[in-house]
């Protein structure tokens, strides 16, 4: 634990009577002023650990500690915590100022201070001028800028989305991610952010957590979730990938499709069977004789940007690949790719086994 640390989660399980549980045993720490998302399928946990965090529900096991202060009997009202719900719960019969000064009135806060809160958080959130507007009036991106409002006026030191983007139409949504962001940046409190939308937690977050099944299975930056899947989970839940059997012959050496391909990774033990990861746009389509995989195309797609193309080695494994370059179905191919593309994947490994992997691997490396 640091002194930026301001959530941290010790031992946390959440179970409804004796159904399997929703959280399992999850430990994690959050830092102050960053953004964070909880990614997953809908029933992995997410919203549950948001929900704990906000106060809403109590753990069954575990201690939930928010600014060094253990919170397992702290109710919601009085945590520095403030949640944005998927459907914003905005009061229709109130106008845009005193929904955003709802919590203030419920303070018994002065009405000149109530004025001056409320026009410094819609200035935030930019709805200055909108202070007379009737919520149905509003938008929808607009009614989630009002929630926001409501939320940060009341000054707390976490703001917990649950999936307010999901109602947007595909243009806003894209809009208010970055609205978001820059928001974010600009207060400098913590966010916490539950999707299950993959695009939007990598181009949002500081951190991803990818939680399925009541564990997390992964955290980490954008970039390392992306690039370095822990588990067949990550893998195919983040972005599409192409996921092949093999056996890691030795350190930067990996068998795949009757192949022996030189790879940038470490650590496994000779001969150790694994699973082998390498994204679509990492394969480059050559002539056939120049690639290191022989493939024959099954179907393209025009994808905008880029095609999508369907094709089988000689093994008959499917291989996935995205390039601006146009091929013809039943067309004879190559795939070239570095070893940097390669990710190699211990089988059905958790984020806690691969964390102990590579310090052991380390202290053998370095002789201690």
Known sequence: MTERTIIRFENVTKQYDDDQPVLDNVSFEMERGKFYTLLGPSGCGKTTILRLIAGLIAPSEGKIVINNKLVNEVPANKRQVNTVFQDYALFPHLNVFENV???????????????????????????????????KEMSGGQRQRVAIARAIVNEPEVLLLDEPLSALDLKLRTEMQYELRELQRRLGITFIFVTHDQEEALAMSDEIFVINNGKIQQRGTPTDIYDEPINRFVANFIGESNIIQGKMIKDFLVEFDGKQF???????????????????????????????????????????????ICCYDENENEWIVHTTKKVKVGEEIGLYFDPEAIHVMRIGETEEEFDKRLESYDEVSHGN
């Not at 394969?283 to 024959?296: A, P």
């Open 101 to 135: 000064a709802f919590g203030l009135r419920i303070k018994k806060m002065k009405n000149e201070e109530v004025s001056k809160k409320v026009s410094e958080a819609l200035r935030f959130v930019n709805l200055v001028g909108y202070e007379n507007r009737e919520i």
């Open 262 to 308: 030189d790879c940038v990774d470490q650590g496994f033990n000779d001969n150790e069977p694994v699973e082998v990861v390498i994204r679509p746009e990492d394969l480059e389509i050559t002539v056939e004789d120049q690639g290191k995989l022989k493939v024959r195309v099954d179907s393209v797609l025009f994808r905008g940007v880029h095609y999508e």
